[in-house]
């Protein structure tokens, strides 16, 4: 008997103990589990299409700098009165087809340009921290659902041995009452006290089930059914283990603050204002183009036959016209629009200011509770396993005292609940612990494995 309660102990303890996964299903791991959730997850895909979208916005900037090349082709008919080739007004109908080319390119127009391109660089950047931002947090929820998952396994086997302690002890009870050491009435409450033990291994048996499906759902696994199970790493003691996880949230702060993508989304987004104003500012500059063209047309008149008309090719070839030149605009009065633009601007630089302060101050708060969560869940853990040793004792003697008729099914049932309810909480402690103390490390830099 005493074996069978050090074994429930250690179950509490250990995780490689498989309980209901079928040989045929695939275990996954926490880092298979958050990998096929980064490439799958929707709401990923669509943070990676906007980032697309920003690098096609950074692709047109770039193009401004080529000039715009544009075609025309254009037909007129006169009625009546009109010019004939030698320049005299003739009553005769008239056709005129005229094409051409032309060709415009900025040669400065304020710095405006070069700034717009910076500017969608830093959008770039900033759209590539919000998807890593986006990535972490599926990170830590995948990460939920999987020690979850655990969790429910521990539970599971918990239940299954209490079930095997409440037959056990219906065997030893009925030999008691055969031997008519007890009354009746003590055996059918040890029976009613397994038929309840298997109601709970039930619900385990369901809970886990239900985690299994979470997690599944988490990773955007469809039809993932009786397949689908986690693989139950083996670990030691979960104190032992991620004790040193625990760092000073100073520390911890004056890391994260150097890479965390939400920090590092706001300093790109800051920049990136700043150039905007630097865009708004050039409309105070004078902006300098250059055109060039070509154009040609043929002209016929409909006529008696006095009127010959040229070949169509030699009037495209003789009526041809070349152009170039510059033009220069001086912004002199434009209704106070630049002037409020770059007043905008600088706001919405002042905004970002006050954003990336408060995205430090947020960051803070997140470490410190991590940190304060941790260290109570360590405590917790440190309590409750104490108080399994304590029940553990407790129980013996009480199973003691009934194998000797000394003691009541009802005390024994009460011992035995008390120790079930000190493993179920020393195991909820360990995995409250393992979970706050890897979102620590993750503040800290750390990928969350097991």
């Not at 700098?65 to 030698?86: I, T």
């Amino acid at each position: 008997m005493k074996q069978i309660i050090s074994s429930v102990a250690l179950a509490s303890f250990l995780f490689c103990l498989p309980v209901g996964a079928q040989e045929a299903a695939k275990q996954w791991s926490l880092e298979e589990c958050i990998r096929y959730a980064i490439e799958n997850n929707i709401d990923l895909k669509q943070k990676e299409l906007e980032q697309k979208s920003r690098e096609v916005d950074l692709h047109t900037s770039k193009y401004s700098w080529l000039p715009s090349v544009n075609a025309s082709v254009g037909e007129n008919f006169g009625f009546g009165r009109s010019e004939s080739k030698d320049g005299l007004i003739v009553d005769r109908n008239s056709a005129n087809t005229t094409a051409g080319i032309q060709l415009s390119m900025p040669i400065f127009d304020g710095l405006k340009i070069p700034n717009d391109i910076a500017a969608r660089k830093l959008d770039l950047k900033a759209s590539i921290e919000t998807l890593n931002k986006a990535k972490e947090d599926l990170s830590i929820n995948v990460a939920s659902y999987y020690l979850q998952v655990l969790y429910n396994k521990e539970m599971l086997k918990i239940a299954q041995l209490q079930v095997d302690l409440s037959s056990e002890q219906v065997t030893k009870t009925e030999a008691l009452y055969n031997a008519g050491k007890i009354p009746v009435s003590q055996l059918y409450d040890m029976k009613a006290q397994l038929a309840k033990d298997e109601v709970t291994l039930t619900e385990s048996q369901n809970n886990v089930k239900l985690a299994l499906l979470d997690l599944a759902q988490s990773l955007e696994l469809e039809r993932a059914g009786e397949n689908f199970d986690v693989l139950e790493p083996e670990n030691g003691d979960a104190i032992e283990r991620y004790m040193s996880s625990i760092i000073p949230p100073d520390q911890v702060y004056d890391h994260a603050v150097t890479f965390k993508p939400q920090i590092k989304e706001q300093q790109y987004l800051l920049e990136s204002q700043k150039k905007a104003l630097r865009i708004a500012q050039a409309g105070y500059y004078p902006k300098l183009n250059l055109s060039a063209g070509y154009s040609t047309g043929y002209y016929h008149n409909f006529g008696d036959g006095d009127y010959n008309n040229a070949p169509f090719s030699g009037q495209l070839k003789n009526n041809g016209q070349k152009s170039i030149g510059l033009s220069l605009s001086i912004p002199i009065f434009n209704r106070f629009q630049v002037r409020n633009s770059v007043r905008t601007a600088r706001l919405s630089i002042t905004n970002r200011e006050l954003m990336m302060e408060n995205s430090k101050k947020s960051l803070y708060k997140e470490i410190q509770q991590a940190y304060y969560n941790a260290t109570a869940a360590q405590e917790k853990y440190i309590s409750s396993d104490k108080s399994v040793d304590a029940s553990k004792v407790a129980f013996s003697y009480a199973e003691e005292r009934y194998g000797a008729g000394k003691s009541t099914v009802f005390e024994y049932s009460e011992a035995k609940t008390k120790y079930a309810q000190s493993l179920a909480e020393q195991t909820q402690a360990k995995y409250n612990f393992i979970f706050r103390t890897k979102i620590l490390d993750f503040y800290n830099g750390t990928p969350i494995t097991l």
